[in-house]
């Protein structure tokens, strides 16, 4: 006798999104859909155009008639209860005058993303329809034109961050509640997002990403926006909350045609799915290294070892030792467990070693002396070193310049770095690689080598 399951449904906010087809898949409906999942809700859609495209441009496209749109809308609007729309690609001024008359019943946030032209330069919208876009943005919560939308949108060329506001403020005159002016398409080493409310103005500064995979960023970042409103969260925090899911979806992006490639709009979701695995790497590191007795290698102020998570950003999505591991009459001891974030020093190394080889994912810290450095030249790894007497008064930190001096411009990637201390700061050797088990392996190979050559006795201390 077979016995049926209880359905245990799952509440999401439903997002719309009006836009476009891509064919490869990186923008448009596509890059929307996958971004709304990502982010917590459930995605629907009304497709304007189709059209034929990859990560090198822009085939062809074609409009769909306003007919088959209005008939998309509908058919979502009566049944779904919408808490969000985006809208994307338009195409022609009969699409944009559709969109606007549904827009102004709408009892939801509208964030308009006034898409005009393709990542590759290709023009995604008719003059006659950028026109017809200031009654759509009279409708809109919030508006996010890239520098060139900005521009052809109010007349002004947002190049710095006067010119982003001026733009912003034009935008709110139109009857838009809100708009962020992007900078990513305007040069520099710095990207320049402005948010311009009818309360204030913030500027935030990131540091751009060297490459040219932006495919489809444009529609996660309002897809994501729009999505966290529906969420009910307040228009500042979905803004911010959002630029940093783009910048990560942009930095690990999908290696894939053969132009600059396409935005990773699963990223986050991928990262948080590794977290435990993650854990449990750092977690039988550290078994492995008390059942080994790496005594001979534990520094004063004790080791740590430290798991990013494939695509970490930040010290929250590291996991150490709380507490560290430190010396015990029997050998060596974790003095709590593991936990993400309880790691500061050994953790913000090993994010900025990843800023020049993102693939490093595990790093321990352990003593360093002439002993060592005698093993570390035995093995014949590659050993960089840095020198805390140089770093500048207006460093972010030792860990994150002292990365920066060991790792930026090296030939060979080093596996272990040099700190050879200061007045008050124990010198130091810090291994690093891509997986836990090489991280163990690398260390038991360094007390084996201190052992060969006699000087790994263990002080007694």
């Given at each position: ?202 500027t935030a500064r990131h540091p751009r990403v060297d490459t ?250």
């Open positions: 006798m077979s016995e049926t399951r209880t359905p245990a449904p799952v509440d999401r906010p439903v997002v719309l999104t009006i836009a476009g087809s891509d064919s490869g898949g990186g923008a448009g409906i596509q890059a929307d859909l996958k971004t709304i999942e990502a982010t917590g809700g459930f995605g629907t859609s009304a497709v304007t155009a189709v059209t034929a495209q990859n990560t090198t441009g822009v085939e062809s496209s074609h409009v769909l008639p306003v007919e088959e749109l209005a008939a998309q809308i509908d058919a979502v609007l009566s049944d779904f209860d919408v808490r969000a729309v985006k809208t994307g690609m338009l195409a022609t001024a009969e699409v944009v005058e559709t969109v606007t008359a549904y827009a102004a019943d709408l009892e939801c946030p509208l964030v308009v993303d006034p898409v005009m032209v393709a990542a590759t330069g290709d023009r995604l919208l008719t003059e006659d329809a950028e026109a017809a876009y200031e009654d759509l943005l009279a409708e809109a919560t919030l508006a996010t034109p890239n520098a060139d939308e900005a521009a052809v949108l109010t007349g002004v060329e947002p190049s710095d961050e006067a010119g982003a506001r001026l733009a912003g403020q034009r935008l709110l005159a139109m009857g838009v509640d809100a708009a962020l002016v992007k900078g990513g398409h305007v040069p520099g080493e710095e990207v320049l997002d402005t948010l311009v409310t009818g309360d204030t103005i913030e040219d995979a932006t495919h489809g960023s444009g529609c996660a970042l309002s897809a994501a926006i729009a999505t966290r409103l529906a969420h009910g969260e307040p228009l500042v925090d979905a803004v911010g909350r959002s630029v940093a899911f783009m910048e990560r979806a942009v930095r690990y992006h999908h290696d894939v045609g053969e132009g600059p490639g396409a935005v990773h709009h699963l990223v986050a979701l991928r990262n948080e799915a590794r977290r435990h695995e993650t854990a449990e790497s750092v977690a039988d590191l550290v078994g492995w290294f008390e059942r080994e007795n790496v005594r001979t290698l534990v520094p004063e102020v004790g080791m740590n070892v430290v798991g990013a998570t494939p695509y970490a950003e930040s010290t929250a999505e590291t996991a150490a030792v709380e507490g560290r591991i430190t010396k015990t009459l029997e050998g060596v001891r974790a003095n709590r467990g593991v936990r993400f974030g309880a790691s500061s020093h050994v953790a913000r190394f090993l994010l900025a070693a990843r800023e020049h080889s993102p693939g490093l994912r595990f790093a321990v810290n352990c003593r360093f002396d002439d002993d060592v450095e005698a093993a570390l030249e035995s093995l014949g790894w590659p050993v960089a070193e840095y020198d805390r007497a140089a770093e500048p008064d207006d460093a972010a930190g030792t860990m994150d310049w002292g990365a920066e001096q060991a790792f930026a411009g090296a030939g060979e990637r080093p596996v272990a770095v040099v700190d050879r201390g200061d007045v008050g700061k124990e010198a130091m050797t810090k291994l690093v690689a891509g997986e836990a088990g090489t991280l163990g392996e690398r260390l038991l190979e360094l007390r084996a080598t201190l052992s060969e050559l006699g000087t790994g006795a263990d002080d007694g201390d």
